[in-house]
């Protein structure tokens, strides 16, 4: 039995609605929270929420790399970050919150003011549809005889971006290589934050 | 470490091998489906990680050396642009993939160029990923118990 038109299109709604209820709770959440390894697996719920979503608006490909970088790697390098440092974070000064609040009020403001402006989901007059992306969809079959168009954009059409891309991903290991050591004594040895305090505890006049 | 968490270290030895399956599955399949060499490359990474999460980072360096990873990291990208570089000998624009098969009636050129463009990508992405993971988390031997 297949499902009227209608029923599916309530449901779409209804799906939409639970995940992006769900991404605002777990938002609000990661701001309430002043553990950080649990705003950590909050992030990593957020991003496979985000990737729930990405699917349900048919962009697979986006989806399936919020879910491999954002829900997985990004997680563990978070975690593997934080045990460098402390494991709660340090309570806001409570002064300064009007000023913040009045400030993302303003942007938040902004934002919606300029999402009436934006084309309908899907509508095919809309910028990203028309110009440079219909001639991607009309020309991949000739020109790259490849089924998956969003590769054909990635890897041929913008092939170049990509390679400053890979390039990107290059310098970023490399930064990190140099400045946290590879193969030096110093690059394996364990930092604590605990005796660290102690030491700190110990010389209260300094 | 190495008596705890038996179920965890069950689970790994069991899933090592379809997730490096799955990242070649990814690489492999970007033309036809969603995928490609990020993706591919992270979820290639995430095989080591989990396992240097369980077993240890100290294990999964004597696995996969960080010298190797550097290698893998310039040759993916050598493979990149070295790629550029041939379709610009063979008379073409940089990265013109027509140009490695000019006579091929289905655009057998673009489909290598791709081909092996994204096996550089994935290259990168994954020995990028690891080395990050590896400095990281080589400060500290591992997640302590009450972390969890």
Not at chain 2, 70 to 96: D, F, K
Not at chain 2, 98 to 112: E, Y
């Amino acid at each position: 039995m297949t499902p009227s038109p209608g029923f599916a299109a309530a449901a779409g709604v209804l799906i939409d609605l639970a995940l992006l209820t769900l991404l605002f709770i777990v938002a609000i959440q990661m701001l309430r929270s002043r553990q950080l390894f649990a705003i950590v697996m909050l992030s990593g719920i957020y991003s496979l929420l985000s990737a729930a979503f990405f699917v349900s608006l048919d962009a697979v490909d986006v989806a399936f790399t919020e879910a491999a970088v954002g829900a997985g790697i990004s997680t563990v390098l978070m975690l593997a970050a934080m045990l460098l440092t402390v494991r709660r974070e340090k309570p806001g000064t409570p002064g300064r919150a009007p000023v913040a609040f009045i400030a993302v009020l303003i942007v938040g403001a902004a934002l919606v003011y300029a999402s009436i402006d934006m084309p309908a989901f899907g509508d095919g007059a809309s910028p990203a549809n028309a110009y440079v992306g219909q001639q991607y969809v009309e020309r991949t079959p000739d020109e790259i005889a490849m089924p998956n168009i969003v590769t054909a954009v990635l890897a041929s059409y913008r092939g170049f971006d990509t390679m400053g891309e890979t390039m990107v991903i290059f310098t970023a290991g490399l930064a990190v290589m140099l400045l946290l050591g590879v193969g030096s004594p110093r690059g394996g040895r364990a930092v604590r934050d605990v005796s660290r305090d102690e030491a700190s505890r110990r010389r209260p006049s300094a | 470490m190495r008596d705890e968490h038996l179920i965890l270290r069950v689970v790994m030895k069991v899933l090592f091998a379809p997730i490096i399956l799955f990242a070649f599955y990814v690489q492999f399949h970007g033309d036809y489906g969603p995928g490609g060499g990020f993706q591919a490359g992270v979820i290639f990474a995430v095989a080591f990680i989990l396992h240097g999460l369980i077993y240890g980072v100290a294990a999964t360096k004597r696995a996969m050396p960080q010298g190797v990873l550097s290698a893998l990291m310039s040759i993916g990208l050598l493979l990149y642009t070295g790629t550029g570089a041939l379709t610009m000998l063979l008379g073409r624009n940089l990265l013109a993939y027509d140009a490695l098969a000019p006579n091929s009636t289905h655009h057998a050129g673009q489909h290598w160029g791709i081909l092996i463009v994204e096996f550089g990508v994935g290259m990168t992405v994954a020995a990028t990923m690891l080395t990050i993971f590896y400095h990281f988390s080589s400060r500290e031997p591992e997640i302590r118990d009450e972390d969890w």
